[in-house]
């Protein structure tokens, strides 16, 4: 039972590194968000269909209730991407980062209202701590600046990714990962589908495809799927704390491939946000 459990936050902590891939390469593509996530889904979709085949799932939908649950969960994390994205080109990898995981905190309060759990003291302090260290992390507030208009975006984009979190792991927790993330890739790509005629398609490098092609395996087919995945072995606010360090691993990759260096506040906010995490890792080890 023990490794098993250790060997669930391993796939976790791996989910989390290739998620936090996220920053550096929102913030290297020239597209506009939603053009940049249309192909992200697409090419996810192709790759997670895929691997479905080649692992024989069964994708057939067992109810309607799961359909609408496949279509909503994917509409919001649509919303997430898309508004997360906004943040990371209004701000840098820091601020966009850092303002989405307000979410750890915006899921421990959800998450009783939708699951028959109570509210844990414990939860309630350590998202507090994670809390205090976005604080430290976030640049002075001005509303007229863009960095204060890309933490706004990354709020709005922890609201739906809370959301998207909790519905898949209420709903659809029956179902296999790479399943769920198959039917929200093509729902988003499908309702996204009509800003392809809003924009001009040829803008770029082929700098810019090899990004989203990184974007689409590493990020999301691999990670957002291991992810989805965890939900079966850890509670959604667990996952969501243990998840802040996605924001260490961000601004790392922030420094080494964009030349972003952090100010002493933010080593200082990415501290307490590392002491969350373990202590909520010793913390689930243990109602094991």
Not at 148 to 163: E, N, P, R
Request: charged share 10%.
């Amino acid at each position: 039972m023990k490794n098993q459990h250790l060997k669930n936050l391993f796939e976790l902590n791996i989910a989390v590194v290739f998620i936090s891939t996220s920053g550096v390469l929102g913030r290297s593509i020239s597209f506009p968000p939603e053009i940049t996530i249309w192909w992200r889904c697409l090419f996810a979709a192709i790759l997670i269909g895929l691997f479905c085949w080649y692992k024989k799932y069964d994708l057939r939908i067992k109810s309607r209730k799961d359909g609408f649950s496949l279509l909503l969960s994917g509409l919001l994390l649509g919303a997430h991407w898309v508004t997360y994205f906004y943040a990371l080109h209004l701000s840098n990898v820091a601020i966009g980062m850092l303002s989405l995981f307000t979410y750890p905190v915006i899921t421990a309060l959800l998450e009783p209202l939708f699951f028959k759990t109570k509210l844990s003291k414990s939860q309630l302090i350590l998202s507090g701590l994670v809390l205090v260290g976005i604080y430290f992390l976030t640049p002075e507030m001005n509303f007229e600046n863009s960095h204060t208009k890309g933490v706004m975006m990354g709020i709005i984009s922890a609201v739906f990714y809370s959301l998207r979190n909790i519905l898949t792991k209420r709903n659809l927790s029956h179902y296999n990962a790479s399943k769920v993330m198959f039917y929200q890739m093509i729902v988003i790509a499908s309702f996204l589908f009509p800003v392809l005629f809003e924009n001009n398609l040829i803008y770029s490098s082929t700098n810019d495809w090899a990004i989203i092609l990184t974007l689409s395996l590493v990020t999301t087919a691999i990670g957002h799927t291991l992810f989805v995945n965890s939900f079966k072995n850890f509670t959604i606010s667990a996952v969501s704390i243990m998840s802040s360090m996605s924001p260490i691993y961000g601004i790392l990759f922030g420094m080494l491939f964009l030349a972003e260096i952090p100010s002493i506040t933010t080593f200082l906010g990415g501290a307490l946000i590392l002491t969350t995490v373990v202590i909520e890792s010793i913390q689930s080890n243990k109602s094991k």
